[in-house]
């Protein structure tokens, strides 16, 4: 019996020729229309302020993307008063449901690594993982730097008044505006303020320049 054959991936950075496909599969990770799922991957990573270029790692077998993770600049600025800094931030990962198990996370973040010592940063920041993506990377040699409570925006729950507003000319479509606009000024949406506690100790340990 011949052992089975083991698939032969190979791992690319982008290219431009490679937009359509990335685009294709960028939309499995946020399902939505071709043009706004366009619309996104430029706002992302072509007129990005920080990183010149798109950065990506694509991962083909043959000529089929089969996986894929990017990198696109953000800029901090630490607690202290310091500099601002521009951070590479790793994100949109996805991995063809038929390719997964196979060890690509690790084919795409050895690159990505490289990709990062090139923009002249030692460190590289990721904080949308999902738990699975967590584990691997913790494989990977990533580090927890800190944990971040989710924040809930109540004026996503407000609902226009249901008054029949032909009786007082639109005032209550008026009034809901109103409300909305002013929960998005003042942040009183929040059920609770965003922690600066938390904030400032991922800062300080990225200042460490270690964190993968």
Known sequence: MKPARVPSYRVERYARSHRTAVTGMHREL???NAGANDAYFSWKYERNPYIADPVLALVFLGNELVAMRGVYG???HPPDGGPPRMIPHADDLFVSPEHRDRGLF??????LRAAAHEL?????ISMSGSPTTQKVAAAAG???VATFDRRLRLGSRVR???TDTTRIGGGGRWVARKVRGAIRR???GFIKAPSSRLTNATLRGQ???DIY
Do not use: F, N, Q, V
């Open 186 to 188: 003042t942040g009183r």
């Open 142 to 144: 990533w580090r927890t």
């Open 30 to 32: 946020m399902p939505r």
């Open 120 to 124: 002249g940063s030692s460190t590289m």
């Open 207 to 209: 200042a460490a320049g």
């Open 106 to 111: 690790l084919l795409i973040d050895k690159e």
């Open 160 to 162: 226009t008044p249901t």
């Open 74 to 76: 953000s800029l901090w």
